[in-house]
Nanobody, 113 residues
């Protein structure tokens, strides 16, 4: 299984980014997938998830700002992040739920004020 994240970058507070996770070795429409993030000095945490049935869930601090989606044809999971805040600065990863042992390299999101 390989998960490759992309789309991160440096933005100003209030701007948007769209992250993508290309999966191989796994059919994402058959499993629950999530976007996780790890901020400097903090534990990795799950911020958004999508089930095999396409139900989505978010942690409170991203609700209304982040949207997780899935492109089954491309076997890709995306995270649309709007109204970014400085506290959203982190390395973002995708993985299954529960997560597999091996993680991708992640994609860095830096939000400045």
């Amino acid at each position: 299984v390989q998960l490759v994240e992309s789309g991160g970058g440096s933005v100003q507070a209030g701007e948007s980014l769209r992250l993508s996770c290309a999966a191989s070795g796994i059919v994402i429409s058959f499993v629950a997938m999530g976007w996780y993030r790890q901020a400097p000095g903090k534990q990795r945490e799950l911020v958004a998830s999508i089930t095999a049935g396409a139900s989505t869930n978010y942690v409170d601090f991203v609700k209304g700002r982040f949207t997780i989606s899935r492109d089954n044809a491309r076997n890709t999971v995306c995270l649309q992040m709007n109204s970014l805040k400085t506290e959203d600065t982190a390395v973002y990863y995708c993985n299954t739920i529960p997560p597999r042992t091996h993680w991708g390299q992640g994609t860095l999101v830096t939000v400045s004020s």
